[in-house]
C-alpha cells in the first residue's frame, strides 16, 4: 500500500498556463476555430471612447454566459466561482492566475445599461451561424422545425386572472376574410360583416355574446404562459420554437409564451428561415394547418407534414367517409345521400348539412350524428386543396425518410440543449432575457459543432502531411 505525501502542496515550479489546458479540451478548440473579433464592431456604439473608467474587454464580458451555457453551469454566481478555480476557464477568457475574476452581477449591470432592448445576441448567433455556412457545412434545403417548452422562473400560486380577447389576430386573418367573401358571393351570399354587426345579421353564423374571457396571467413573469400538456404539470413556462437543417446546424429561433399554438407561433420563425431559400420545411402535426400549407406552398416551398389522426368520437362515421364532389360542391354521406352547401363561416370553412327529413329515417343515424333536429354537419375549408396537396406529398417516395430525419435533427437538439446546458428551465424574467439564453445555448451548440469538425480536419490534414513528408525523406520504400 501506498500513501501520498501531501507535503508538495505548496512546491513551485514554472509552467505556463497554456501548458495547463488540455489539448482536447473543447474551449481551445472554439479558440483555434471561432473568431469573437466581431464582437467589438457590435458594442463599439455602446461604449464612450474618450470619458469614463476602462472597461471590461467586451469579448471577455460575452464569454463568461457562453462558459455558463456551454456547461449548463446553474448561474452567474456559480459561473464566476467555477471560473476562479478553473485554468482553462481562466485561459479562454484571457485571465492569467492571479487577474481577479469579475463580480458575478458585472454581466447582468452591464446587460440592463447597454444591451437591454437590442439585437446583440441574436446577432452574435447570427454571426457565429455565418462562420459555420463560411465553411460549407450548413445545408438549408432542408429545414426541420419544431417548438419547446422551457419551463419559466414563475411560481405557480402567484397568479392573477386577467381579461383577454377571444380570438387574438392570426397572421391569415385579413387574407383570409378577402377570401371567404368572394367564396360567400360565388355562393350568392352576402358578404360577411365586422363582428360588433354580426347579431343584426340573420345569415352570419352565431357569435358567442362578450368578446373576452380570463386568462391566467404569471405576477412574477407576466410575459411567460400558463403550459399544460398531457401529463406534465401545470407550470408557467416559455415555448422555444427553432428550426435547423439536415445536419443539426441550427439556423433560427423565436421566443413565445408557453399557452401559444405552435401554428400560431410558426410565421416568426419562418420569416428568420425563408432567407435561406430552403426546398422543403419539414414539421409535426402542430403545423399541418391550411393558413400554413398555403404559406409554404405559395411560396414554393414542399411543406413535409404527418398523418394526422381525424378528431372523431369512437363509434362515429370518420370525416373521410364523407365523399366530396367537387364538380357540384356537395358532401355525399356513407348512405348516398347529399350533404348541400350552406354557408361559408369567417373561420373559412363551408358548411355542407343534410336534410333532416331523409336523416331521421337513416339506419346509420347512431353513427353519423347526436344532434337533436338529425341533422349532419360537414366543413370544409375553402384552402383545403392545399391540405391535400400535403397528403400528397406525404404519400411521396421517400418523405417518410425525410419526417423520420426529425428525431435526428430537430429533436436532438432539444434533448442535449435540456440534458447537458440546463434548458429544461430558467432562471431569467422576461421574454427579451430568455431570448438572450436561448440565443447564446444554440450558438454554443453551433460553435461546438463546428470546433470539433475543424479540429478533426486539421488533424486529418496534418496526418497527411506528416505522412507526405516520411515518404519524401524515404524514397527507397
Not at 350524428?369 to 366543413?379: A, G, P, W
Request: proline share 5%; with cysteine; net charge positive.
Amino acid at each position: 500500500m501506498i500513501t501520498k505525501n501531501a507535503s508538495n502542496k505548496g512546491q513551485m515550479q514554472i509552467v505556463s498556463l497554456d501548458q495547463l489546458v488540455p489539448d482536447d479540451h473543447i474551449l481551445r478548440k472554439i479558440d483555434s476555430t471561432v473568431d469573437f473579433s466581431f464582437i467589438y464592431d457590435l458594442v463599439e456604439e455602446k461604449y464612450s471612447s474618450d470619458n469614463g473608467r476602462p472597461s471590461i474587454d467586451p469579448v471577455m464580458l460575452i464569454k463568461i454566459p457562453i462558459i455558463q451555457y456551454m456547461f449548463g453551469i446553474k448561474s452567474m454566481r456559480q459561473t464566476i466561482k467555477d471560473i476562479e478555480v478553473n485554468v482553462a476557464y481562466r485561459w479562454f477568457l484571457g485571465l492569467d492566475f492571479f487577474d481577479p475574476v469579475p463580480h458575478f452581477s458585472t454581466f447582468g449591470k452591464n446587460y440592463k445599461r447597454r444591451f437591454e432592448g437590442t439585437d446583440l445576441f441574436e446577432q452574435i448567433f447570427a454571426n457565429i451561424l455565418m462562420q459555420c455556412m463560411k465553411h460549407d457545412l450548413v445545408d438549408p434545403s432542408t429545414v426541420f422545425v419544431d417548438a419547446t417548452h422551457v419551463k419559466a422562473a414563475a411560481n405557480r400560486k402567484k397568479s392573477k386572472r386577467v381579461l383577454v380577447a377571444k380570438k387574438a389576430a392570426r397572421f391569415y386573418d385579413e387574407q383570409l376574410k378577402g377570401e371567404i367573401n368572394a367564396d360567400r358571393e360565388a355562393h350568392g351570399k352576402k358578404p360577411l360583416r365586422d363582428r360588433d354587426e354580426d347579431d343584426n345579421d340573420p345569415d352570419s353564423p352565431s357569435v358567442p355574446s362578450g368578446n373576452l374571457k380570463e386568462k391566467k396571467e404569471s405576477t412574477t413573469d407576466p410575459e411567460s404562459g400558463w403550459f399544460h400538456k398531457g401529463e406534465h404539470k401545470e407550470v408557467f413556462a416559455y415555448a422555444v420554437e427553432a428550426a435547423c437543417d439536415r445536419y443539426g446546424w441550427i439556423l433560427g429561433y423565436s421566443i413565445h409564451p408557453g399557452n401559444e399554438h405552435d401554428s400560431k407561433t410558426f410565421p416568426a420563425i419562418y420569416d428568420k428561415i425563408k432567407k435561406f431559400n430552403p426546398g422543403a420545411i419539414v414539421a409535426d402535426a402542430g403545423y399541418k394547418t391550411p393558413a400554413i400549407a398555403k404559406m409554404l406552398i405559395d411560396d414554393g416551398i414542399t411543406p413535409v407534414f404527418p398523418y394526422k389522426a381525424p378528431m372523431t368520437k369512437k363509434g362515429f362515421f370518420r370525416k373521410y367517409e364523407y365523399v366530396y364532389d367537387e364538380y357540384f360542391d356537395c358532401y355525399v354521406c356513407p348512405n348516398n345521400q347529399i350533404l348541400k352547401y350552406t354557408t361559408t363561416n369567417r373561420d373559412g370553412y363551408r358548411e355542407y348539412k343534410s336534410d333532416p327529413g331523409i336523416c331521421e329515417s337513416c339506419p346509420y343515424l347512431s353513427q353519423c350524428t347526436q344532434s337533436k333536429n338529425h341533422q349532419k354537419l360537414v366543413t370544409r375549408h375553402i384552402w383545403q386543396d392545399y391540405m391535400d396537396r400535403c397528403e400528397d406529398i406525404r404519400h411521396t417516395t421517400g418523405m417518410k425518410d425525410v419526417y423520420d430525419k426529425r428525431k435526428e435533427t430537430i429533436e436532438r437538439i432539444f434533448g442535449v440543449a435540456k440534458e447537458n446546458h440546463c434548458m429544461r428551465y430558467t432562471q431569467q424574467r422576461g421574454k427579451a432575457k430568455m431570448a438572450m439564453k436561448v440565443g447564446l445555448t444554440f450558438a454554443c451548440l453551433n460553435m461546438k459543432k463546428l470546433a470539433k469538425i475543424l479540429t478533426r480536419r486539421g488533424k486529418k490534414y496534418a496526418d497527411l502531411l506528416s505522412v507526405f513528408f516520411f515518404l519524401r525523406q524515404t524514397p527507397n520504400i
